[in-house]
């Protein structure tokens, strides 16, 4: 029998009567002569509650008991789930991610899912059984309960996909698919019917926050498809490896990040300066580094320009100048008030002149590139934030994303 395995999003577990919609959806699944795995999120608003009691008792509460404060959101959350569509007449049993086999491992400051004992779901499986797994938890060698942290649900939910072989995993969001911008900025945003592994890596890793890459990334490398789509809406958008040509599309979609800054490290001279070591620093200290300019001139003191998030600008200072005398640079500066526009696109490898293209619409909207970045299939550009849906807009009417949208 063919299984698929469906990861719902915190919204259908917002209310009792978003319960019973749900599941009265996985019902009809079933119905199709499907086994069916579903996955649950963690309850936000459960979680919330817990965390506040956790400060209440302790100012430095310890990781293993967090990891399990954690767990407890997405168990209640699949537990009422399978109690719902038990009451409809329907088999159905809630399972921890340790009763669901998933084995986890620490690795620096990420928790990663080491193994999945299928054998556990299939046994439930066999009995007819709707299995609702609680996402993002697994236990360690020891038995220590470990949550996945960001997008552990969605990764919970491609690797049960993987080991059980499913046909296909289905992501609902609160949105029907994947457009080719957030259709709340951008006017005429459409759905895509289907976007490629990367394409969908680098949406996900420039802002869009509709499927987590990491999530993305395994199903890449197991191959194995992914539908997004709404949970009241039979249309998606299916992420694969290779898809067909919308209208000959080179850029498929436009993302943006708020609240960029661009930090700036001068040196006195050239044997002075190490890019190694600057971002060894800051990498060894947690802290993310995007897109990356370094100025050597003749007569100029070397610079290097990097852009990061708000909120590592802080501790990158405060690293930047702890390790001042190491590192060898003679000043730091910053510019706050920016952010990223990007366009991304498969057929931007056959297609040269895109990035031309893309920096003369901007020279017309009079919209000041500040900072570069390319790959294969991706232009990130870095612009003053008050300008910054003027750009996503200019960027997507540029590349003819305008339309009306699929059905």
Known sequence: ????????????????????????????????????IVVVPNMELLEDKN?????LLSDKPSKRELHVIESTNAQIASSLLAIAIQKKGFKAISLTGWQAGIETIENNDSVLISNINGER?????????????????????????????????DTTAVAIGVALKAEHIEIFTAQDGIYTADPAVVKGAR??????????????????????????????????????????????????????????????????????IRLTVGYDSYENSSLANIFSTLANNDIDVDIIVQAVIDGVKPTVSFSIDKEDFAEAIKVLEKNKPELGFSFADFE??????????????????????????????????????????????????????KAAN?????????????K
């Open 51 to 55: 965390y506040q009691i956790v400060n």
């Open 121 to 153: 779901i299939i046994d439930r499986l066999k009995k007819g059984e709707i299995v609702i797994v609680a996402g993002s938890q697994g236990v360690d060698h020891k038995n220590n309960i470990l949550t996945l942290g960001d997008g552990g649900a």
């Open 394 to 406: 200019a960027l997507h009417d540029e590349f003819n994303l305008i339309e009306e949208i699929v």
């Open 336 to 389: 706050v008030g920016l952010s990223k526009v990007s366009i991304v696109g498969a057929g931007m490898v056959s297609n040269p002149g895109v990035a031309a293209r893309m920096f003369d619409r901007l020279r017309k909207e009079n919209i000041l590139v500040k900072m570069v970045s390319t790959s294969e299939i991706k232009v990130s550009v870095v612009v003053p934030q008050d300008d910054m849906v």
């Open 191 to 260: 759905r895509l019917k289907q976007i490629t592994y990367d394409e969908m890596l680098e949406l996900a890793h420039l802002g869009s926050q509709t499927v987590h890459p990491r999530a993305v990334e395994l199903a890449k490398i197991y191959e194995i498809p992914l539908v997004v789509r709404s949970s009241t809406e039979a249309q998606g958008t299916l992420i694969k490896g290779e898809v067909d040509m919308e209208k000959n599309l080179v850029v498929r979609g436009v993302a943006y990040e708020a609240e960029i």
């Open 1 to 36: 029998m063919v299984s698929i395995v469906i990861k719902i999003d915190s919204t259908s577990l917002s209310s009792t009567e978003k319960i019973e919609q749900i599941a009265k959806r996985i019902i009809d699944e079933k119905k199709r002569g499907r086994n069916v």
